[in-house]
């Protein structure tokens, strides 16, 4: 009896050993990455002289894993290259919009830098330079027309004051001829009566 127990209890170890490994070798195909799946198949394999001795289910398994985690692979490369190519289109899109602005930024540096005058643009600093020689030069001439002016106007009060001293003069001196054309007249006058008379 003790042996029938025993040959029981050893059948019932070798069953629960058996089915251990089952479970064992169904959970590490279907867990873990690829390289333990086929680590295990391999190690697990029966030797045959120099070749390895696989299980066709585990074979299969392995394929459809294999096959699976390609078409996962797969999914996401086409994913990501979605992606990245989205990611080329956005920053092509925004270095056409940096250099749009860096081209607007240098104009608006050019227009505040430069002052555009009768069609041509001049730096703030020469414009302001030629500016004030110009009005400088501008205000010596005034100064100098001023100058002369004044001179002309002196000039010429003097020059009227003195056509008036000489009109008054020619008028002093036409009277005066006047009178003495009279005084002859009369005294030819005078003259041509007595030799008449």
């Known amino acids: ?6 040959l029981a209890f050893a059948l019932l ?27 295990y198949v391999i190690n697990e394999s029966n030797n045959y002289q120099e070749f390895k ?3 066709r289910s585990w ?13 996962v692979q797969k999914a996401e490369i086409n994913s990501l290259n979605n992606t990245i190519a989205s990611q080329q289109e956005k920053n092509t899109s925004l270095n056409s919009k940096i ?7 240098t104009q608006i540096n050019s ?3 430069n002052i555009n005058f009768i069609g041509m643009d001049i730096k703030k600093e020469s414009f302001k330079s030629v500016f004030w ?33 000489i009109e008054k003069e020619f008028e002093d001196h036409r009277r005066s001829a006047l009178e003495r054309e009279q005084k002859v007249m009369r005294k030819l006058q005078d003259e041509l009566n007595k030799n008449k008379a």
């Open 1 to 6: 009896m003790k042996r029938i127990y025993l």
């Open 13 to 39: 170890l070798n069953s629960i050993f058996v089915f251990a490994q089952k479970t064992e070798s169904k959970n590490n195909l279907t867990t873990g990455n690829i390289t333990e799946k086929f680590n």
């Open 53 to 55: 001795v696989v299980k």
């Open 59 to 71: 074979l299969h398994t392995l394929k459809q894993q294999v096959t699976d985690s390609i078409k």
């Open 99 to 105: 250099n749009e602005l860096n081209t607007t930024i």
């Open 111 to 113: 227009d505040k830098e």
């Open 133 to 165: 020689s110009i009005t400088s030069a501008l205000a010596l001439l005034l100064m100098f027309f001023i100058y002369k002016f004044n001179n002309s106007n002196s000039v010429t009060k003097q020059t009227k004051a003195q056509l008036a001293d």
